[in-house]
């Protein structure tokens, strides 16, 4: 006999009837078990613990590995730049400091700067590491209002390993190299060289782990009466007169031995002035002496930055990927783990 219910209720019945049988037989349909990867093997949970290195590691070009180069035994690193020093000036001069520097040590008289080859921006490559586009310096004006140098510069990294660090600078405004919590101290000298070099003098005997000084007088004198001019040949004298001074002052507290030296310049100069890509603004001279520096004539091409770069290392801080600047390994003797590159600093 027809019954009116049968057709609803057949789909139900079925439907019970089939999950009875597949509860009892334990057969699992296709398509309905998770799939294998959400319930992973034991030894899945240890092998996959990191994402794709491709993903998150910078170029092996831009971090540089110095792991396996061995390290001088340096303990402070000392930087002095000669404001507007054109490399044919040191031996035009004559600056019989900076020759004996040059004899004992390394050093290179094609090293380029960056441009603008002017000094803020290029005081603040030098100790930065980075080119321009990077430290974002682009016055060369004291304005306190600009702030300072972007990125972790060489006395941010040296303050924050616990070093003691000092700059004694001959203009104001490279104080905007680096932040003053970065300085243990901060002198800003405006007078001669020999000015300079004796409050200089002073800080060395109280020891230091970083220190940067400035003079400033050769390029003052280059914007007076021109580079290569008589006026400017004296006062370069002088400035190796102040070169000795410190030298000298080094010897007194019994840190020479100890101490990596590193002598360069921000620019040259043209004329009466500087700040162009002509090779006499662009040219600068770069010395270094101390422990395992060789006595060599650097052929490597060398650029500014490598100064906060080989400091750095030196002291083994260490290097921010984004730095532009690499040690100059080749003052050790040392090969480059990667070949060395000319780079144009803009």
């Not at 540089?64 to 054109?86: K, Y």
């Not at 102040?242 to 030296?261: F, K, P, Y």
Request: charged residues 15%; proline residues 10%; glycine residues 6%.
């Amino acid at each position: 006999m027809y019954n009116g219910d049968l057709p609803t209720r057949r789909p139900y019945a079925a439907l019970t009837l089939l999950a009875l049988c597949l509860t009892s037989c334990l057969v699992p349909l296709p398509g309905l078990v998770p799939a294998p990867t959400l319930t992973p093997l034991p030894s899945a949970t240890f092998t996959v613990t990191q994402p794709p290195t491709e993903t998150f590691t910078p170029e092996p070009s831009l971090t540089p590995t110095l792991s396996p180069t061995p390290r001088p035994n340096v303990s402070r690193v000392l930087i002095i730049s000669f404001d507007g020093l054109r490399p044919d000036v040191i031996d035009l001069t004559p600056m019989a400091s900076l020759q004996s520097l040059m004899q004992a040590g390394a050093y290179s008289l094609a090293a380029q700067t960056i441009f603008p080859s002017s000094t803020l921006p290029s005081h603040s490559s030098m100790l930065t590491g980075l080119c321009p586009s990077k430290h974002m310096v682009n016055w060369n004006d004291y304005i306190p209002e600009n702030g300072f140098a972007l990125g972790a510069d060489l006395f941010d990294l040296a303050h924050a390993a616990g070093m003691r660090t000092v700059m004694v600078v001959a203009k104001e405004k490279l104080r905007q190299v680096t932040e003053p919590s970065s300085t243990d101290e901060f002198l800003y000298i405006n007078d001669r060289d020999t000015v300079v070099a004796t409050h200089a003098a002073g800080l060395i005997a109280e020891g230091f782990d970083l220190m940067f000084i400035h003079f400033a007088t050769i390029d003052d004198m280059g914007h007076s009466y021109g580079w290569l001019s008589p006026q400017q040949f004296s006062v370069a004298y002088r400035a190796g007169e102040a070169l000795q001074t410190v030298l000298t002052a080094l010897d007194q507290a019994g840190l020479r031995d100890s101490a990596l030296i590193i002598v360069s310049a921000d620019h040259g100069g043209h004329e009466t002035t500087h700040g162009t890509f002509l090779p006499e603004d662009m040219t600068i001279p770069w010395i270094a002496s101390g422990p395992g520096i060789q006595h060599t004539a650097l052929t490597s091409p060398i650029n500014t930055t490598d100064t906060a770069a080989t400091a750095a290392w030196a002291l083994g801080l260490p290097l921010p990927p984004e730095w532009d600047g690499r040690p100059v390994f080749e003052a050790f003797g040392l090969p480059d783990p990667a070949e060395r590159r000319q780079l144009r600093c803009l």
